[in-house]
């Protein structure tokens, strides 16, 4: 298990259990799932562990395990876009989390997209990385060789995902990360076997193949940060661009490499954190001490958490007028206009600890 990680689960709208893990204090980020998830592996994938490793430290880290993957429930009926986007409303739900930065990997890229544009009140920002619109099978005038590429594609799970030879895995394995060593390419074929079954990858992947929120995505109103490798061979880099052009007011940005998700010696890497943080306001210096209440920040550190003003009053005894005036004061001290800015400010000024 990785290090300050806290597991617990709830339950999809259908019935369907999901496994989230939690990291760190202070305010939420939520991660959309994706389908080669188990969070009791985490620490294994060298990209998963990068981003713990980054957002821990700042945030409340929130990820969870699709359904019919890691530690969630494997039998289920539905798998479908739909079915993705409520098994993140039941996450947010469950961990009473009020606004948050949203980030979208791959396939839960057009998860975010959706949750967003159906929730603009509750993510306060969009971070995108490479992610997509349309996939092979629901583009409205589909090239016969990209439908061709995708019935392959599903043949070769269909025939090689449970198989002991690595063969039929190794052609996703070297889609996903062409510039991988060997022991990286085993180690990920390793996560794969461990993620999904033999089944449920072919149902995923047809689900995936399926996706569509070119309308959605016109829909979203919260600031959004797309990346995309130039060389991505799983999601094309022109995939990535067309998702962001898309979404009103987004802004784009190439990064140099060719594995659909960066390891941390890539100049990717590099590029992605930098453009990360400071779109979230993470690289910015702490500043003078702020004077504080106690009672402002008891407030303050409830609010980051996604508590409401009312549950906020429940335990604190206090009325929810009162629980407004103290926010209002905390917000004035940090120079906030808005209760995210306030917490992300306190949080980066180590006040939330």
Same mark, same amino acid.
């Given at each position: 298990?990785?290090?300050?990680?806290?597991?617990?689960?709830?339950?999809?709208?259908?019935?369907?259990?999901?496994?989230?893990?939690?990291?760190?204090?202070?305010?939420?980020?939520?991660?959309a799932?994706?389908?080669?998830?188990h969070?009791?592996?985490?620490?294994?994938?060298?990209?998963?562990?990068?981003?713990?490793n980054?957002?821990?430290?700042?945030?409340?880290?929130?990820?969870?395990?699709?359904?019919?993957?890691?530690?969630?429930?494997?039998?289920?009926?539905?798998?479908?876009?739909?079915?993705?986007?409520?098994?993140?409303?039941?996450?947010?739900?469950?961990?009473?989390?009020?606004?948050?930065?949203?980030?979208?990997?791959?396939?839960?890229?057009?998860?975010?997209?959706?949750?967003?544009?159906?929730?603009p009140?509750?993510?306060?920002?969009?971070?995108?990385?490479?992610?997509?619109?349309?996939?092979?099978?629901?583009?409205?005038?589909?090239?016969p060789?990209?439908?061709?590429?995708?019935?392959?594609?599903?043949?070769?799970v269909?025939?090689?995902?449970?198989?002991?030879?690595?063969?039929?895995?190794?052609?996703?394995?070297?889609?996903?990360?062409?510039?991988?060593?060997?022991?990286?390419?085993?180690?990920?074929? !390793?996560?794969?076997?461990?993620?999904?079954?033999?089944?449920?990858?072919?149902r995923?992947?047809?689900?995936?193949f399926?996706?569509?929120v070119?309308?959605?995505?016109?829909?979203?109103?919260c600031?959004?940060?797309?990346?995309?490798?130039?060389?991505?061979?799983?999601?094309?880099?022109?995939?990535?661009?067309?998702?962001?052009?898309?979404?009103?007011?987004?802004?784009?940005?190439?990064l !140099?490499?060719?594995?659909?998700?960066?390891?941390?010696? !890539?100049?990717?890497?590099?590029?992605?954190?930098?453009?990360?943080r400071?779109?979230l306001?993470?690289?910015a210096?702490?500043?003078?001490?702020?004077?504080?209440?106690?009672?402002?920040? !008891?407030?303050?550190?409830?609010?980051?958490?996604?508590?409401?003003?009312?549950?906020?009053?429940?335990?604190?005894?206090?009325?929810?007028?009162?629980?407004?005036?103290?926010?209002?004061?905390?917000m004035?001290?940090?120079?906030?206009?808005?209760?995210?800015?306030?917490?992300?400010?306190?949080?980066?000024?180590?006040?939330?600890?």
């Open positions: 298990m990785t290090s300050g990680q806290e597991i617990r689960f709830c339950k999809s709208s259908d019935g369907v259990d999901l496994a989230m893990a939690l990291y760190g204090a202070g305010p939420a980020l939520v991660k799932a994706t389908w080669l998830t969070v009791e592996l985490d620490h294994n994938s060298p990209f998963d562990r990068a981003l713990i980054e957002f821990a430290p700042r945030f409340r880290y929130v990820t969870y395990d699709a359904r019919g993957c890691g530690l969630s429930q494997r039998r289920v009926d539905e798998i479908s876009l739909d079915a993705w986007v409520r098994d993140l409303e039941a996450v947010v739900d469950a961990l009473e989390l009020n606004t948050f930065p949203l980030l979208g990997i791959s396939q839960g890229a057009a998860i975010a997209v959706a949750y967003a544009a159906r929730h009140d509750r993510v306060s920002q969009l971070i995108l990385f490479g992610g997509f619109a349309t996939s092979y099978l629901s583009a409205k005038r589909a090239d060789k990209v439908l061709e590429e995708a019935e392959t594609l599903l043949k070769i269909e025939l090689g995902w449970g198989s002991a030879q690595p063969a039929f895995r190794q052609v996703f394995v070297s889609k996903f990360m062409p510039d991988a060593t060997a022991e990286q390419r085993h180690g990920f074929d !390793e996560l794969q076997k461990a993620t999904a079954s033999p089944e449920m990858a072919v995923y992947l047809r689900a995936m399926s996706v569509n070119r309308e959605l995505a016109a829909q979203v109103r600031p959004t940060l797309a990346l995309h490798v130039k060389g991505d061979q799983m999601v094309q880099f022109e995939q990535g661009r067309r998702l962001a052009a898309l979404i009103p007011g987004a802004r784009f940005v190439p !140099e490499g060719t594995n659909h998700v960066p390891f941390e010696d !890539e100049p990717a890497w590099a590029g992605f954190l930098q453009q990360l400071a779109f306001g993470t690289d210096p702490p500043a003078a001490d702020v004077a504080l209440t106690p009672r402002q920040l !008891e407030v303050l550190r409830r609010v980051a958490f996604g508590q409401t003003d009312k549950q906020i009053a429940r335990e604190l005894d206090l009325s929810p007028r009162t629980v407004e005036m103290h926010v209002a004061g905390a004035k001290a940090l120079g906030g206009k808005t209760r995210a800015e306030a917490v992300r400010t306190a949080a980066q000024r180590g006040l939330l600890e």
